[in-house]
Structures are given as C-alpha cells and as structure tokens.
C-alpha cells in the first residue's frame, strides 16, 4: 500500500520517522482487517464494516501521506488510485459504445462516431492527478462528407501547455479496423498500411471486437489498497477491452490478421488517457500538424482536439482555440446525445 518506512532515508531517532512506523504498522492492521471483514461480508451481505474500517483507513493514510511529503517522499497512492477511477470510467465509456453497435451497426465510421460521441458525453473535460495536476479540455469533429483518407481514420491533435508556459502541438493517427465473424481483421491491407504509416511516425492502428481480448496494461492495480476492493470498484482495472491500439509498423512487422495482432497493443483508454494526454506518442511535425488543422488536406475522417495544461488547479482556463479548426476546414463538431 505504501512504501515501507524502514527504507526512507531518515534518521531511525527522527521523530518523523518513529511517526511514519507507528502509522504504517496500524495501517498494515486495518488492512488486515479490511481483508477479513470483506471476506466475511462478500458471504453475509453486510457491507457496513466495511465502511467503518475504510474511514479509519483513509484517516491513517492521510497522515502518513502528509509525513511523506514533508519529508521529500512523494508516494501518494491516493493518486494512483483517483488515476485509475478516470482511466475505468474512460474504458467503461468506450467498452459500452463498441458493444453497442454490434451486429446491426458493426462498420468503422459507425463504431468510431458512437465511442467519440459517447465519451464526450461522460465528461469533455478532465483532471488528471499527474505530477504535476494536468487538466484537459478535448473535443471530437467529423469530416463533413467522405474524402480520400490518407493518413488514417482519426487524427488525434494535442496541444500541451507546461508549467512555464511554453507550449507543443502535436498529432498521431489512428487507422480503424474491425474484426469479421471469422476473427480476423479482413480489411488490413499491408500496402494501404505502409503507405499511410510513411506520413507519420506516429501512426496507429484502432482495433475494434466485439469480443473481449486480453490485453497488457500499462497500469496494475492500486497496490491493494482497501478502496480497489471496495463492493463498487473491486472489479476494476481490468485488462479486457473490446478496442485495442497497436502501433502500424509493429503491425507491419508480423503481418498477422488474427486476434493475435491485439498482444502487442494496448487499451484506447490508456492510449488516450495515459499517452495522448499527456504529450506522448506525438509526431509534433508542424507541417503535418497545419495539414491536420487545415481538414481535407489532412486526410482523415475524425479529428479529436485537446488542449493539456499541466500546473493549472482548474479546467476554467483551459481553451480549444488554438487547436479548433476553422469554418472551411469540413470539419462539422461532433454534437452530445443531450444536444
């Protein structure tokens, strides 16, 4: 759940030190107890212990979290777990809009609008606890009208301003596939690949099935701490998704069709949450960035805008301007459920 405060760099006389011991010892108690409790409440049905020991337990976390910081250790494993509620409430969104256009609706364009429209519709902006705290605004366009897409089916554009001000404007693409009834990804076609992947080299293929894959995750879970196993989140993270990225030229590489290709990609969700948000897996090109923003020249049929700020307390302050493309770029936005 935390470090162990043996290993911290301090005096064993510090004060400090004697405090941290004595919480990480009761804390190592609570767990315990937390472990029974739910072990003899997933049998009984009566959760309300639970609740009680998970009070006491947050209480002792947060004093022992405090000491960490004032002593120079940043372990703070309430952050990773706030992280991985955005990550699952992501993932959730996504998972439920794929499944949902399955069999009736089961072609890219369909299934690439239902998952944008649907996240938008969870929350267009977000707060990352990263270190430092990151907000995002984000947005989702779609070409009005069908055009020769050369660099994939969605274009994901990302502008990230730092603490300091200064700021990059990035861009990666996505070629969308789906799985047929065989379970194979029929429609890949190797040259079409290799021609899109040479104007990037952040080029992506989206895998879409309607059955799940198991995938590897670039997060495990909350170091077993009590709130992962509490009766609302003890299911979560998972490692099964139903929309898989894999980079093109890995894809390249194997030449596979099969369910297979998903074993060397990872989850939408973190590509998105974990990777395009925060600046990573971008081709900051700006020529290619002026095309993507320019829409047709751009070749692709979705557009996904950001805007990332790491150091800002609040998502008031963060704008799309700079990432909106323009009236006669063809690209219409892409509206919520509510309207």
Same mark, same amino acid.
């Given at each position: 759940?935390?470090?162990?405060?043996?290993?911290?760099?301090?005096?064993?006389?510090?004060?400090?030190?004697?405090?941290?011991?004595?919480?990480?010892?009761?804390?190592?108690?609570? $767990?315990?107890?937390?472990? @029974?409790? &739910?072990?003899?409440?997933?049998?009984?049905?009566?959760?309300?212990?639970?609740?009680? @020991?998970?009070?006491?337990?947050?209480?002792?976390?947060?004093?022992?979290?405090?000491? !960490?910081?004032?002593?120079? /250790?940043?372990? !703070?494993?309430?952050?990773?777990?706030?992280?991985?509620?955005? &990550?699952?409430?992501?993932?959730?969104?996504?998972?439920?809009?794929?499944?949902?256009?399955?069999?009736?609706?089961?072609?890219?364009?369909?299934?690439?609008?239902?998952?944008?429209?649907?996240?938008?519709?969870?929350?267009?902006?977000?707060?990352?606890?990263?270190?430092? %705290?990151?907000? /995002?605004?984000?947005?989702?366009?779609?070409?009005?009208?069908?055009?020769?897409?050369?660099?994939?089916?969605?274009?994901?554009?990302?502008?990230?301003?730092?603490?300091?001000?200064?700021?990059?404007?990035?861009?990666?693409? !996505?070629?969308?596939?789906?799985?047929? *009834?065989?379970?194979?990804?029929?429609?890949?076609?190797?040259?079409? @690949?290799?021609?899109?992947?040479?104007?990037?080299?952040?080029?992506?293929?989206?895998?879409?099935?309607?059955?799940?894959?198991?995938?590897?995750?670039?997060?495990?879970?909350?170091?077993?701490?009590?709130?992962?196993?509490?009766?609302?989140?003890?299911?979560?993270?998972?490692?099964?998704?139903?929309?898989?990225?894999?980079?093109?030229?890995?894809?390249?590489?194997?030449?596979? %069709?099969?369910?297979?290709?998903?074993?060397?990609?990872?989850? @939408?969700?973190?590509?998105?949450?974990?990777?395009?948000?925060?600046?990573?897996? &971008?081709?900051?090109?700006? *020529?290619?960035?002026?095309?993507? %923003?320019?829409?047709?020249?751009?070749?692709? $049929?979705?557009?996904?805008?950001?805007?990332?700020?790491?150091?800002?307390?609040?998502?008031?302050?963060?704008?799309?301007?700079?990432?909106?493309?323009?009236?006669?770029?063809?690209?219409?936005?892409?509206?919520?459920?509510?309207?």
């Amino acid at each position: 759940m935390t470090s162990d405060p043996d290993n911290i760099n301090k005096s064993d006389d510090c004060n400090a030190c004697q405090q941290m011991k004595a919480l990480y010892g009761e804390l190592v108690v609570l $767990n315990d107890d937390f472990r @029974l409790a &739910l072990n003899e409440a997933v049998q009984t049905g009566e959760f309300a212990i639970l609740e009680a @020991l998970k009070v006491k337990i947050d209480d002792k976390q947060g004093q022992l979290e405090s000491l !960490l910081v004032n002593q120079g /250790v940043i372990v !703070l494993p309430r952050i990773r777990h706030e992280l991985m509620k955005s &990550l699952y409430k992501i993932e959730d969104s996504i998972r439920t809009s794929i499944l949902s256009c399955y069999p009736r609706a089961w072609n890219e364009d369909h299934i690439t609008y239902t998952w944008l429209n649907d996240l938008r519709h969870v929350s267009s902006h977000l707060t990352v606890p990263f270190f430092p %705290k990151t907000n /995002v605004a984000w947005d989702a366009y779609k070409m009005d009208g069908r055009l020769e897409e050369n660099n994939g089916d969605v274009a994901v554009l990302v502008k990230i301003t730092f603490e300091n001000k200064n700021s990059l404007t990035g861009v990666a693409f !996505l070629e969308a596939k789906r799985v047929y *009834n065989s379970g194979r990804y029929e429609s890949l076609k190797w040259a079409q @690949l290799r021609h899109m992947s040479s104007h990037s080299s952040q080029h992506h293929l989206l895998l879409y099935d309607f059955e799940e894959q198991q995938v590897t995750s670039s997060m495990t879970g909350c170091c077993g701490c009590p709130d992962c196993f509490h009766k609302h989140y003890k299911y979560f993270p998972s490692v099964n998704t139903n929309t898989i990225v894999v980079p093109t030229l890995h894809a390249l590489a194997i030449e596979e %069709k099969t369910r297979a290709l998903s074993n060397i990609g990872y989850r @939408l969700s973190e590509q998105i949450f974990l990777r395009f948000f925060r600046g990573l897996d &971008l081709d900051f090109t700006q *020529n290619l960035v002026d095309q993507v %923003k320019q829409g047709v020249a751009g070749g692709v $049929n979705f557009l996904v805008v950001a805007h990332v700020v790491m150091g800002l307390e609040t998502v008031d302050d963060v704008s799309l301007r700079d990432v909106t493309p323009p009236e006669n770029s063809g690209f219409r936005r892409i509206l919520r459920n509510n309207g």
